[in-house]
């Protein structure tokens, strides 16, 4: 199959989102002229005096960090959300507007100013896990708020500002867009089947083993089938569980390595600090999600090198997104790193 | 309303995709510390002896362009779609895929290497509307292509390899998402109301006069109440018309208009050659569409100047896209160049 796959221009369909997304894997040949992203070499001082994240440092609103020695979280100082804005309900004609509330966050995940997450121990990535738990948990008994996202962007590239490695959580009213898509999705699977269907995905994967990057005990990463960026994976428990708050010590444990296994893996791909978002996607917290199956995936631009990406503009803007290489071979890759 | 707007954290709809987007204007006083794109000056040269795309250059694959003295098209040497792609039907558990087959096109919209579509006479960017006309209504005549993706990728930072003057065609068998989610939109609005909803929603623009960049007899250039990016722009006509072919040349004429002042004011904004990624949307070529509403959209990355762009990652990726200027501030920026 993969040969045919790798000779043929197809369009593959996303069973989480209901999207498509089309696969032109005889274009890697395509030469490149374009533009060169540079490629900072990594940092190693452990602390940067000018970081408003780093410990003891003062932020710019005035207030100073403590020092910490794991994980920090605070409420970020120019967040999107505000949980006090004034009420807004505008519905004329075909305009329709209406207030967002909610609260924006910064965790930190490490006091060292270039401990990125695959150079944290797998216990230190635990720690994370574990202020992410929390903060989901806390969070969802919030009765203004049902939705909860947990993201990370890594990389100037990225539009992050600042290398100390952190994460974000924006929590908020209403559910977001892609949120909706994969809980309708999720959803008319689980009322056909009465089961989840990225557990019977993950099944399937298992057994076909061609889009796997690295299995534990009770987790397992891969290259999704339906993959939009080039080194996209997916990162998700083998049994069905809703949300991040369900997860055991054990399964906080093989999580974590899979985070650590994967960012070394993409690491050593480029050979550089490989930039990407990740984010977890997981039930809502207005209500019980009986079709939800937690996972955590990573969008990273990096195409053919450290200093080239992929660009997703215009035929991906106005169409649908569009890939070159193969999931099997980006699987593969990453695999055998 | 305004006011409230700019104070307030909301999401608008948009009516086209059923989509939502989170718009934080106090977010404009966030400082930024993060990446700052290059801004190389713009070239005057009107002719490029390594440039792939000038009159009687010789491309990639041995062909050599002909002395062209307006528009010149040709078969993209490296298109991400095939005409003769082998077929593939795979239904696999979880797994769909199938073959795509389509064409890929390049349009030089000028012989002059420099000369992009602000620089352009009226007269000249008639000439590539007449262009995209041909190719539409020649495309919509193969039963073998379903969709026809104009498009523009303008500057390096949008994946533009080569900045002579030049846009794109994907013309393919199946329709794309973007496309999919607009038809159900327009489609629901004119099965209840008998009319175009573009239509409609042009109408309620020109009397409220929030977002109107440029108006003339017969197109519109406004900021949408959704917009996305932080200068989108949608260029419209009043009257509702399906796709392209249907223009009259009065049409064409104000339309070749709209997009010269759109991409002057675009290029004063900043001072600088302006990047965007620029597409079509109109009726799919299987069937007729009564519901379709032709209309052509701007999405320019740049927020704050001409280094500082908007990056749409981690929480929009995740969750929804997120903007910090309304879109009643950028119209109005706009309006007054
Ligand atoms: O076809 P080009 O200009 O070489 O390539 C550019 O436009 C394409 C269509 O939007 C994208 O898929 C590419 O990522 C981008 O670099
Ligand atoms: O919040 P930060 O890191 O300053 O900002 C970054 O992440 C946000 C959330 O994905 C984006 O909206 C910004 O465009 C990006 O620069």
Redesign the interface.
Known sequence: ?NE??N???????N?LTG??V???P??T???????QESSAPKNNISYDPNCYLCANNTR?NGEVNPNYKNTYVFKND?????SD??N?N?N??????????GICKVICFSPNHSETLPDMEISAIEKVIEVWQKEYLELSNDDSIN?V?I???KG???????PHPHG?I?AQK?I????LKKTTKQQEYFIENGKS?LE??IK?ELKLDERIVFENDSFVSLVP?WAVWPYEVLIAPKRQTQHIGHLTDLEKRDYAEQIKIVTQKYDKLFNTSFPY?????QSPTDKSYPEWHLHM?F?PPLLRSATVKK?M???E????P?RDITAEIAANSLKDL
């Open positions: 199959m045919i796959f000779a043929t221009p197809h369009r593959r369909y069973i999207e498509w089309l696969v032109s005889h274009r040949k395509r030469p490149w002229q374009g533009k710019m120019f967040g999107a959300l505000m804005s004034p807004l505008y004329e004609g075909l305009l329709k507007a209406e207030t967002e509330t939705h996202q993201f990370e962007n100037a590239i990225m539009g992050c500002s600042n974000q924006w209403s977001p867009n892609e949120v269907l019977d995905y399937q089938f978002s990740s984010g977890i996607h995936s969008y660009f503009v215009g035929y803007m106005f169409g649908m569009q």
